[in-house]
Structure formats: structure tokens, C-alpha cells
């Protein structure tokens, strides 16, 4: 872990800290692509620890790991210079990976992909490695490229996230921890600079074109169902709730996952022609996640003709325990929990009463059914207003999702804890 910072020596807050990569005088994007390529390489080879994370799912090996940018690569009339190329040596046997980047909102180019796979496969290397802001969804390849079946050496095309690059760096740093203590400070430099708003690496952060038009046409109520852009503002949702489970795994150090309610096996494109269906009807995006070592799965709704967000999530009553116990236990761990947060109680085959923990506090008895008829449950909401920029600037929509996910953790579930395990006798 990283040495804890001591009193600041400077003089005022005008006074900027050093830092190893620094950034503000990034103005191009190539000056970027460049830039972040080498900082994330470099640092690869040099915490063995993350260069393991962020390969050993495209196949490479545990092994010395080297890494080289702006390689010289002959291919037909012109050599071709790919970003970056990573190499891994284990057993004699040397894995080589080349990698093509994109900062900001640049897509990839499926032309320039292809002769890094051409040229893979004609070398005999492993792999081809895409990474930019863009999340990867199942069924969707970021870029399209042809695979020459008869060719005997097979190239994997993989794709990496910069929001991935900073989640795995996150988790090392603050949860798993490194050896070294240099290490440590260098992935401490490396999520600096990603984070840094002249860096380009901030992941996900624009809904694309149709996002606009698809929320203009759910508020004025004029888009009809199997309208093709609601299937790319879904594609997005997908990519956006992704991108908030890495944030907020890489923040707890546990894993969060997208929760998928079909069937496994089910066509992806499938769903997601249903969900733009629903969108067109009913105006709302839908998603659930789930972290690592809680009982509960977050939903989270975004209303596209209210333009608000609701977060909630249902925890279980312990068995066994007095009602108004239970109840008055609940109100007393979100003592701390935002006064707005809606709380439902939960019977079998029925909802109970509800208020907002603003009234509940000085009458937690609000919640019992009048019918005397068992809690199962509680269902507890958050609704903050949304933003509609297709970007992430403050006031757009990635970040008021992003914002509304957090606040619902730290504020909310972070305080229950034991609830459901635990069963209360006094009343």
C-alpha cells in the first residue's frame, strides 16, 4: 500500500504536487493516444502484478513480461506501426500481443485492426488487444474484422476498457495490495492520470448519437416500437451499468456484476430488441446488479418521461423477530441514511405501508400492516432527478446513473450490514 500522505508542504493550495505523469498539456489526440499507451505499458512491465491482470484473460502466460511502443512492422508497401506491443516470456516460449489504442471518443478503425490481425497471423503472435472508452458487450464486437479460417495460426482479437484498466489498478492499490512499495506509488501515478480530465481515459462517457432523439421521442410520446436507435440507447445502457459496476467494485474491492435474467444461452440481440420495446413503451431503461458478499441486487431505473432515477433494493426480514422489533431495528441502522429514501414494507403475496424514512423516524410503526399480517421484506428506493446530456459532463445522463448508484450504496446499503441475519425480540 501506498505510504500515507503527510502535512502538505506548500505554501497555499495554488501549489501543485509533482507528479510522475503529468498531463494538462495534452492538446492533441494523437499527443494522448501516445501518451497514455506508453504510461500504461511502461507501468505493465514494471508492476508485474498488473500486467498479469490486464492479459492473463487474452492467454497469456505468468512470465517476464516486457513491452515496446511504436513498433516498425512491414506489411505490404508501407510498415505499419501498431500503438504498443506486449510480449511475455515463459518456459523459452515467448507470447506477443500487439495493441492499438483510442482516447476520448474515437472509434477504433476496423481497416487498421485488420492489418494488425494480418500481420499477427502472418508473424505467428498471439493476440491482437483493443483498448479505448468503449465497454465491450456480449454479442457486439467493437469492431468488425474478417478472421481468414484457413490460416493454421489463429489470432484472438480482444478488447480492454480503459474504465478496466483503472478498476484493476483500483483493486491492487487499495484492496489487494502490492508487494513494493514503488509499485505501489506507480499505480498510485498511473489512476492519477487516468482520472485526470486531459488524460482521455475516463471510460464510457457518451450515449452516442440516437440517445437524444430516442429521449425526445419517450417525452413527446411519438416513437413507435422496433425503432432500430432505441436497440443502440439500450446497447449503451448496457454499456454504461457495466461501467458503474467496475467503479463501484473497484471502490469496495468486492465484485460487481451486472445481474442477467435470461436464460443462459439466449441470443443477446434478442434481448435487447425486447428491452428497446419496453423502452418505446413504457419510457423506462431497466438494469440490476449485484455485488460480492451482499444479499441484496440493486435495480436501477432510469424514467425517461419523468427524468428521474430510482434506485432501490430489497432486503429480507429476520426470521423470527418481533414486527415493530424489526422495523424499529431498520430505522435505527439508516440513521445516517438520506431523509428522502422511500421504505416499503414487504408481505407475502402483497405490498404493506410506506413513507419516507423522514417520517418513519419518529414512528417506525408506520411500516406494520394494519391486518397485523407478516413482514417478509422491505423495499428500499432512492429517486434523484436525471440528467439528459448524452455525455458525462456534470449535468448529463453517465453521470447523474453513476452518481445515483453511489449514493444508494454508501448512503443506503453500507448501513445495513447484518440486517437480514440478525432477529430483534424487543419491542
Not at 515467448?94 to 492499438?100: K, M, R, S
Not at 482520472?195 to 410520446?221: I, L, T, Y
Not at 443462459?264 to 434478442?270: E, I, L, N, V
Not at 455525455?391 to 446499503?413: K, M, N, P, Q, Y
Request: glycine share 12%.
Amino acid at each position: 500500500m501506498p505510504r500515507a500522505a503527510g502535512k502538505s508542504l506548500a505554501e497555499n493550495d495554488t501549489w501543485r504536487q509533482a507528479c510522475l505523469f503529468p498531463a494538462p498539456t495534452l492538446k492533441s489526440d494523437r499527443e494522448r493516444e501516445v501518451r497514455a499507451t506508453s504510461i500504461l505499458l511502461s507501468v505493465m512491465a514494471q508492476v508485474p502484478e498488473l500486467g498479469r491482470r490486464l492479459t492473463a484473460g487474452f492467454g497469456a502466460p505468468a512470465g517476464r513480461m516486457q513491452t515496446f511502443t511504436e513498433v516498425s512492422l512491414p506489411h505490404g508497401d508501407a510498415p505499419r506501426r501498431p500503438d504498443g506491443v506486449i510480449r511475455v516470456e515463459r518456459a523459452g516460449r515467448i507470447w506477443t500481443a500487439l495493441l492499438e489504442t483510442k482516447t476520448n471518443g474515437n472509434p477504433l478503425k476496423p481497416e487498421q485492426v485488420q492489418e494488425y490481425m494480418d500481420i499477427a497471423a502472418r508473424r505467428g503472435y498471439e493476440a491482437v488487444i483493443t483498448l479505448s472508452n468503449d465497454v465491450a458487450l456480449d454479442g457486439v464486437p467493437i469492431v468488425d474484422v474478417r478472421i481468414d479460417g484457413r490460416r493454421k495460426h489463429k489470432v484472438g482479437l480482444w478488447h480492454l476498457s480503459w474504465a478496466e484498466v483503472a478498476h484493476q489498478a483500483q483493486m491492487l492499490l487499495l484492496h489487494e495490495g502490492v508487494g513494493n512499495p514503488a509499485h505501489a506509488w506507480l499505480l498510485q501515478e498511473l489512476l492519477a492520470y487516468l482520472r485526470h480530465e486531459q488524460s482521455g481515459c475516463h471510460g464510457f462517457h457518451n450515449m452516442g448519437p440516437a440517445w437524444v432523439p430516442v429521449r425526445k421521442g419517450v417525452e413527446d410520446e411519438t416513437i413507435s416500437a422496433g425503432d432500430e436507435r432505441a436497440v443502440g440507447v439500450v446497447e449503451s445502457w448496457e454499456r454504461l451499468i457495466r461501467q458503474v459496476c467496475l467503479r463501484l467494485g473497484g471502490e469496495l474491492g468486492q465484485k460487481a456484476l451486472p445481474v442477467q435474467r435470461a436464460r443462459r444461452g439466449s441470443d443477446p440481440h434478442a434481448r435487447r430488441v425486447a428491452a428497446a420495446e419496453r423502452l418505446c413503451r413504457e419510457g423506462r431503461l431497466f438494469a440490476e446488479l449485484r455485488i460480492d458478499g451482499t444479499n441484496s441486487v440493486v435495480a436501477v431505473t432510469a424514467d425517461l418521461r419523468t427524468g428521474r432515477i430510482r434506485t432501490s433494493a430489497e432486503v429480507a426480514a429476520p426470521e423470527g423477530a418481533y414486527p415493530l422489533a424489526t422495523v424499529k431495528r431498520l430505522v435505527r441502522m439508516l440513521a445516517d441514511a438520506p431523509a428522502d429514501l422511500h421504505v416499503e414494507s414487504i408481505v407475502e403475496g402483497d405490498n404493506g405501508p410506506r413513507g419516507t424514512l423522514e417520517r418513519l423516524r419518529p414512528e417506525p410503526g408506520g411500516l406494520l400492516p394494519a391486518n397485523g399480517a407478516p413482514i417478509t421484506g422491505f423495499r428500499l428506493s432512492l429517486i434523484k432527478g436525471m440528467g439528459s446530456g448524452r455525455g458525462s459532463a456534470e449535468t448529463g445522463f453517465i453521470r447523474s446513473v453513476d452518481a445515483a448508484v453511489g449514493r444508494f450504496h454508501s448512503g443506503v446499503l453500507a448501513h445495513l450490514a447484518g440486517f437480514e441475519g440478525r432477529s430483534g425480540r424487543r419491542g
